[in-house]
């Protein structure tokens, strides 16, 4: 990968990130291109953790996102425990960037697979004062649809209600927009009946 870093992009992909994290400058397509040719010379990786967790040890932020794909792909091979190594990875320099992928993507495939962890682990997140998992809790159900669990998503979204932030206020119209494309009436009843903050109440109702 960083062989394949090209400066030019550098500077544009910190400067998106608000000059936050470092960068090697490899763009989404030329990763998954160096991800594709590394596989067909040396093939699958056999352990996606241990990996995630040598690239979670790079400086740039490429090295995250590489991890979670790599995860991503493996998502049902892994055991039930690998949700703490995915909670882990969320409070590791968390941005949206990476949270909204490991919450989608990796909480919301490993919960599928082993439903039994949702109770207790969304109780943490959503009961705990990290605005991060919060923000998982709140969005791990964002593929589910028809599927989604709507009792638990207007719980999650009712507890951070008198949130401020930006990240939390997002989640909760994303959370909500998504579903109303699989039950609009109960989103509109939702969001009726409590009282979202502007940028929530804007994204939950895009649609409408």
């Not at 409070?91 to 495939?109: F, I, K, N």
Request: glycine share 2%; proline share 2%; net charge negative.
């Amino acid at each position: 990968m960083k062989e394949h870093a090209e400066p030019e992009e550098k500077q544009a992909m910190e400067q998106y990130m608000r000059n936050q994290f470092v960068f090697l400058g490899l763009r989404s397509p030329k990763r998954r291109v160096i991800y594709r040719d590394f596989v067909a010379e040396h093939g699958k990786p056999q352990d996606a953790i241990a990996i995630a967790k040598e690239l979670y040890t790079q400086s740039e932020r490429e090295f995250y996102y590489m991890a979670i794909d790599i995860l991503t792909k493996n998502v049902k091979k892994q055991s039930v425990d690998a949700v703490d190594f995915y909670e882990l990875l969320i409070r590791t320099e968390p941005w949206w960037d990476t949270v909204d992928l490991l919450a989608s993507t990796l909480v919301g495939g490993h919960f599928a697979l082993y439903p039994e962890l949702i109770e207790k682990y969304n109780e943490k997140w959503i009961d705990g004062d990290d605005i991060w998992l919060a923000r998982t809790a709140i969005l791990f159900q964002l593929k589910y649809k028809d599927k989604t669990d709507a009792e638990l998503l207007f719980a999650n979204c009712a507890k951070w209600l008198d949130s401020d932030e930006f990240f939390i206020q997002k989640a909760i119209g994303w959370a909500l927009r998504q579903y109303a494309k699989f039950d609009a009436d109960a989103v509109l009843a939702f969001v009726a009946s409590h009282d979202l903050a502007s940028l929530s109440r804007r994204e939950a109702l895009k649609h409408f």
